[in-house]
């Protein structure tokens, strides 16, 4: 008998989610970055503004930013909220996760009013928790509990937009400096194993010279000796194995130093703006407050 029970509940808990999944807005046909479900921006100058401020920054960065504002949120959380809608309709690069998603639910009848941030994986750096939650409680419900929603949606992507910016800015940085990349990524042990190597060559070359027998005279070949023995090449010299081995380590030296430089096929071109396609993850980043 418990165990029925134990089924009746689990069906109950996943019918009550997909129900509360169910309030989470489709996809507009018409993508934008600023979707205003609610109508409490009230300002299509402003809008117009703001869809032009975030598709030029997801044009240079690839980052997708995008508000959305709703009536209610089918009793989710406001974090938790904005990562279903996030995942829901796909913000961000599948590859890159670096998407960011606002809610905003004003007060109205059906409760208090609520902001919820969500974070990608690939955001998380530039936008951090503390971060996000500074943005609502300073920035944001200031604005909000006078009536300013739009106010205060401005407010945070003013903030927001120049820190991913700078955040994109100094990884292009890095990888356009091949001496910084290299450290990075390992690259300076070439030099390492340079030093290596030259040192094991010149121990092997000082015990040669050490273990050689001295005052050994060598008894000189006679002329019919010479015609009868095949004549046999001679062993090369320590300065030709010295050239040998520096001509080594160079050509090494030469394939460490192309494996630094950015190749062509790696160059940062933005790709074209596609909002709300990319289907990014979120991995559990963001904030949320009341008020």
Not at 70 to 80: N, T, W
Not at 230 to 251: D, F, L, N, R
Request: a negative charge.
């Amino acid at each position: 008998m418990k165990f029925y029970y134990k089924i009746a509940l689990s069906v109950l808990i996943c019918m009550m989610w997909g129900i509360t999944l169910a309030q989470v807005p489709e996809k507009p046909a018409q993508p934008a970055p600023v979707v205003d479900l609610a109508r409490i921006i009230n300002n299509d100058s402003l809008t117009t503004a703001l869809n032009a401020q975030l598709d030029s920054l997801s044009k240079k960065t690839q980052n997708q930013i995008v508000v959305v504002t709703v009536d209610d949120m089918g009793g989710l959380d406001g974090k938790e909220f904005a990562t279903e809608l996030g995942k829901k309709w796909g913000i961000g690069g599948k590859s890159l996760n670096n998407g960011f998603v606002m809610v905003v639910k004003p007060r109205n009848d059906k409760g208090a009013g609520e902001i919820g941030f969500a974070t990608g994986y690939g955001l998380e750096g530039a936008l951090p928790d503390v971060f996000c939650k500074r943005l609502q409680t300073e920035y944001m419900i200031p604005h909000f509990k006078n009536g300013d929603y739009a106010g205060g949606i401005k407010a945070a992507i003013d903030e927001i937009v120049p820190v991913v910016l700078n955040d994109y800015e100094q990884a292009q940085a890095l990888a356009g400096n091949p001496a910084e990349r290299a450290k990075k990524s390992g690259g300076g042990n070439g030099w390492l194993f340079i030093a290596l190597a030259i040192g094991a060559i010149a121990l092997l070359m000082f015990l040669r010279k050490r273990n050689k027998p001295a005052g050994i005279a060598t008894e000189q070949p006679q002329p019919d000796q010479l015609s009868s023995k095949q004549e046999e090449p001679e062993p090369a010299s320590e300065k030709e194995e010295q050239e040998e081995v520096e001509e080594t380590i160079e050509e090494e030296e030469n394939d460490n130093n192309c494996d630094n430089k950015p190749s062509a096929s790696n160059a940062n071109e933005p790709k074209p703006y596609k909002y709300g396609y990319g289907g990014g993850d979120f991995g559990g980043g963001g904030a949320s407050t009341k008020f």
